[in-house]
């Protein structure tokens, strides 16, 4: 298959670039670099089988050749990001998502949609299963990213509806690996920057909200079940595991043998402002309609993050 990526030199594009490369399809990663690095797919250079286009999604996207599937990752998902760029985040989310929808139409290619557990806002359901609309503040400063892929999923669905486009929607929830920004503001990279430099770790509050962690190739492998299968619905993707923030900063200094200290801070900006104070997958249907759910342990997957993090630091 020929398979285009948006945001396709972000965290988890760059490795969805890896995996369809290695099952041998030809890819197109397409991005605009505001939040993915040319280092994630700088190994790729050289590959036949590998293209990359620098292009902003909000922009009408034009590719000659024939495309099987498009998958739209391209997004500003960081509070540092969103907040910075709110109205960025909105046409990613609302344009983006239309030009891309458009190209899937254009070509007769599956689509993609990579949505986020935060379309559930800070829920009331607990775990959180697709059939749950969610506790979203549309006006708050989280807002402009939530709504944007509340919207990209009500336009997925509607050029499945009208148009016929064969789509999927992915809501995914905290994933973490390597090739993640180092200041992508969230709680794996702030705490294991923080370790590996000897400087406090930062909890906010009482470090009591939860959240569950998802190790790259595992939401990868989800990712690509869910392209080839059947289902037009969305679908959960995370590590039901959940843990409260204190413990995953202690798991942190554990792995990393820092003798950092762990710091309780009041939140003074508006990135913690409308945070979910739980979030844990429910995933009963992706174990029965994909066979998949997460594997790595999250011991495993951190001392891999921990190295990639070591190396660039």
Known sequence: MRILITGGA??????????FLTQGHHVV?????????????AHLAGNDRFLFIKHDVTQYIYFKDQLDAVLHLASLPSPVDYLNK????????ALGTHNALGLAL???AKFLLASTSEVYGDPQVHPQPETYWG??????????YDESKRFAEAMAMAYHRYHGVDTRIARIFNTYGPRMRLDDGRVVPNFVCQALLGEPL?????GSRTRS??????????????????ETWPINLGNPDEMTVLEFAYRVLEITGSRSEITFVMPQDERTKDDPMTRQPDISKARRLLGWEPTVPLEEGLRHTIEDFESRL
């Not at 972000?10 to 995996?19: A, E, K, N, V, Y």
Request: proline letters at 4%; hydrophobic letters at 35%; glycine letters at 14%.
């Open 202 to 206: 930062t909890v906010y509050d009482d």
């Open 213 to 230: 962690f998802c190790y790259i190739s595992d939401m990868v492998e989800g990712m690509i079940r869910l392209l080839e299968s059947g």
């Open 106 to 108: 254009e070509k007769g």
């Open 10 to 19: 972000g965290f988890i594009g760059s490795h969805l670039c890896d995996r």
């Open 86 to 93: 709110p109205i960025q985040t909105l046409k990613v989310g």
């Open 29 to 41: 990663a397409m991005d605009n670099l505001s939040t993915g690095n040319i280092r994630n797919i």
């Open 135 to 144: 506790h979203v503040n549309p006006v708050g400063p989280r807002g402009v």
